[in-house]
């Protein structure tokens, strides 16, 4: 370009070189928005990018940056194209914005968009990357923001990479992929998903668990959420976000959720207008590791009541995201009671007072305020006058060790041996009037004393009777049995439940005659008596379903009526269904749900049919799918424009008719059916797909 040039002087030359250096180098540095490429780190491919620059920028500035992800059935353009206020938000505030295309699946042979598999957040982190390289980005102001499928995918990069994402909104997305799973009809996002993951919920539930927001709140302990959802919302139920708001509020973490009223599934509805709202919420919310650490206030035990930060009462353990130096007020309560217990205030962790100020430390800290545990504890005699214990009466005993107890009888009685009404309290040695007790829970400890007068017959047994109902001194028996116990002595009766009584028969315990516990301690009488466990009988139901989840199975008390059922239709492989077309056994019926009375064992099987999805395209697809005729007549559903679906009974034989259009000739039908006639049939014996094609 400049071969033929000639120069007079250095001098000169030097000065055009200097020039024509400043023109290159000013020309190179000059970035503009617009549509970029790179070459995928993941696996090698081209990947595309829209970047969206602030007004005035300057790229040796500290610019924060925000990832805009895109929804389902979109692309890069879609910031730029619906969101114009907050682009201008953006702009004005100097903040960068990255807006990466997702990644396509193939599955069934089936192309779906995705933002959920490890390559697509790959995609993502190449991005910063490669703006980190050429621009002076704000290390601590990385956001990430998606609407609907890229809501998902916002909470699922953030969940992965708590070093990099300073906060994330997510707009109307999915927070539990099992649920919606097998909640959403859309085929394509159904199949998306489980395209994603390889599987569905039930053959691959691990996956699902981890690649849920909703189970793995952990993840966001130092990611602040911003959650934005429709109210009337039938795409992504709105359950999805306040799940999550509840779940990570419960957490301690930083979470802000606005649910707008009477806004369905629309992006647009949620974000515009509150364009400053969302700009504040990034600026106010740098990378974790540029703010305070965590400050974890708990109690020994942990629970509710027992602790107040900044006047407000808290259940510990609670987690707090303080600034270094900040001055916080925290008090002990002095006495927590519960049923049985109660909790004596001890000290703090930190060596202040019941109530003292904290100041936050410049690393994570846990303050710990600890609690004695004083149990209650009451001393009895049987038979009430047969003598004294000491301690006596009903107190609280702190578990400090062994409490020495002694049993003293009065005259006409001799000391036979002390019991306990709970497993909580341990008896060194029961048969020793003089002897120790430890205690770990309320109950009661009794000293029992036995008459010096004789002894008595007493008959244990059982209704039902026989062998398996009754145990009596941790002995199994057979009812009825009787027994020559001296009067005033204790002995344990135990009723077990349930008792096999044969297939699909058992027997549950309702109560003894004596009105004690299933199982007590009995003291002779001086008189003889009948001890008598009452059992009520049980019939087992049996429901067998080739499909869904059958409802009802179980035992039933002897006379009632048992409701059972199945969910129908029943979800199959891809364009497979099975319908129940009723039930049979010790009831029938032809509906998806009946009753039987339980006055013996009872076993119900329910049948199905198969059914098969036929799919109705027209193209080109703006044409009305109503200008196809489908015999046998049924209604159909929506799939999309120029798409609608049926089901259909396996076997059976569908003629499909191209009407007449205004405008348009009919050209041929292609799929399951490939004639050139208006009209055609095709044999349900598997999903099917049937294209109608008209020409100008």
């Known amino acids: 370009m400049f071969s033929n040039l000639k120069f007079r002087s250095p001098a000169v030359l030097f000065i055009v070189i200097l020039c024509l250096a400043t023109f290159f180098v000013t020309t190179s540095a000059a970035a503009t928005s617009g549509d970029r490429s790179f070459t995928a780190s993941y696996d090698g491919s081209t990947r595309y990018y829209w970047l969206d620059l602030p007004d005035d920028f300057n790229s040796s500035a500290s610019t924060p940056l925000v990832i805009f992800l895109h929804g389902y059935g979109q692309d890069r353009s879609c910031y730029r194209t619906y969101y114009p206020g907050l682009q201008l938000a953006f702009h004005q505030n100097g903040w960068m914005v990255a807006c990466p295309e997702c990644r396509w699946i193939n599955s069934g042979g089936n192309s779906y968009q995705t933002w959920y598999t490890a390559p697509s957040r790959s995609d993502i982190t190449d991005v910063i990357n490669l703006l980190e390289q050429e621009f002076n980005i704000n290390r601590n102001h990385i956001h990430v923001v998606g609407t609907s499928m890229g809501g998902s995918g916002t909470l699922k990069y953030a969940m992965f990479n708590p070093n990099i994402i300073a906060s994330a909104l997510d707009v109307m997305g999915v927070t539990n992929f099992t649920e919606f799973y097998y909640w959403t009809p859309n085929s394509d996002l159904h199949n998306s998903i ?109 629970g509710t009541g027992f602790v107040i930060v900044d006047g407000v009462a808290v259940t510990t353990p609670r987690i707090f995201k303080w600034a270094v130096g900040e001055h916080h007020n925290l008090t002990a309560s002095s006495l927590v009671s519960g049923t049985g217990v109660q909790y004596v205030y001890s000290g703090w962790s930190d060596g202040g007072g019941q109530t003292h100020d904290y100041t936050v430390q410049s690393s994570s800290n846990t303050v710990t305020a600890t609690y004695k545990t004083q149990w209650q504890v009451t001393f009895t005699v049987n038979p009430t006058g047969a003598g004294t214990t000491s301690p006596t009466g009903s107190g609280l005993w702190e578990e400090s060790g062994p409490l020495s107890i002694l049993a003293t009888p009065t005259n006409g009685y001799s000391f036979s041996s002390w019991s306990t009404s709970t497993g909580s309290i341990t008896l060194t040695s029961a ?107 049980q019939y087992q139901l049996t429901v067998t379903s080739a499909y869904g989840t059958p409802l009802g199975v179980g035992w039933y008390d002897n006379g009632k009526a048992a409701s059972f059922s199945v969910t129908s239709p029943a979800v199959g492989s891809s364009g497979t269904r099975y319908v129940c077309t009723g039930y049979s056994g010790d009831a029938s019926g032809s509906g998806t749900s009946g009753t039987v009375t339980m006055n013996g064992p009872k076993k119900i099987t329910f049948a199905w049919k198969t059914q098969y999805k036929l799919t109705v395209k027209i193209s080109p697809f703006w044409l009305s799918t109503t200008n196809i005729g489908v015999s046998p007549a049924s209604a159909p559903t929506s799939n999309g424009w120029g798409s609608v679906y049926y089901w259909f009974d396996s076997s059976t034989t569908v003629t499909l008719t191209a009407k007449a259009i205004s405008g348009y000739k009919f050209s041929k039908w292609s799929g399951a059916a490939s004639v050139t006639l208006a009209t055609a049939t095709v044999k349900m014996s598997g999903p099917m797909t049937v294209t109608a094609t008209y020409t100008r």
């Open 194 to 302: 489980a395209a994603a993951y390889g599987g569905t919920p039930t053959t691959k539930p691990q996956v699902y668990k981890d690649e849920s927001p909703l189970g793995n709140e952990i993840r966001f302990m130092h990611t602040p959420v911003f959650l934005l959802h429709g109210s009337a919302d039938t795409v992504v139920p709105v359950s999805n976000s306040r799940n999550l708001n509840n779940s990570l509020s419960q957490a301690g973490y930083v979470v802000k959720y606005d649910e707008i009223p009477g806004v369905g599934h629309y992006g647009t509805d949620l974000i515009n207008g509150r364009e400053q709202e969302i700009f504040e919420w990034f600026r106010d919310h740098p990378l974790y590791t540029t703010v305070s650490p965590s400050t974890t206030i708990t109690s020994i035990p942990a």
């Open 431 to 537: 048969s020793s009037a003089s002897t120790s007790a430890t205690i770990s829970g309320p109950g009661t400890i009794t000293a029992n004393f036995a008459s010096a007068t004789g002894t008595v017959s007493v008959v244990i047994t059982s209704s039902p009777s026989g062998a398996g109902f009754v145990k009596v001194d941790g002995t199994a028996i057979a009812t009825p049995q009787t027994f020559t116990w001296t009067e005033g002595s204790t002995h344990t009766l135990q009723a077990n439940s349930p008792v096999p009584g044969g297939s699909g028969v058992q027997y549950i315990y309702t109560g003894w005659s004596d009105t004690g516990g299933q199982t007590h301690n009995y003291t002779v009488q001086s008189t003889s008596n009948t001890v008598t466990a009452t059992f009520k009988t």
